[in-house]
């Protein structure tokens, strides 16, 4: 399994940005995040190959943006005009030929 370093939350207000990052330690086939708020089920919020397909859930489309240096194993999600329903942990996640990991996930909150 790959290993996985995940940075860049924090709490911001309603409308600001953040980025995420997530670097891991090995080739992937898709890596991307996903979210779990409390007492919620963890949820898709982007995803990304190495070829570069692309998939958002429909409440980010158009806010969030996922990008990857393939260089680097690493993938980045900018977060813009967050809302507060945006709060949750966020969860990197890397599938590989053989295996799939998670990060520890880091916390995103948003006040309004």
């Known amino acids: 399994q790959v290993q996985l370093v995940e940075s860049g939350g924090g709490l911001v207000q309603a409308g600001g940005s953040l980025t995420l990052s997530c670097a891991a330690s090995?080739?992937?086939?898709?890596m991307g995040w996903y979210r779990q708020a409390p007492g919620k089920q963890r949820e898709l919020v982007a995803t990304i190959t190495r070829s570069g397909i692309i998939n958002y859930a429909d409440s980010v489309k158009g806010r969030f943006a996922i990008s990857a240096d393939n260089a680097k194993n690493t993938v980045y999600l900018r977060m813009n005009s967050l809302k507060p329903e945006d709060t949750a942990h966020y969860f990197c996640?890397?599938?590989?030929?053989?295996?799939?990991?998670w990060g520890q996930g880091t916390q995103v909150t948003v006040s309004s």
């Open positions: 996640n890397a599938v590989t030929d053989f295996s799939a990991s």
């Open positions: 090995g080739r992937y086939y898709r």
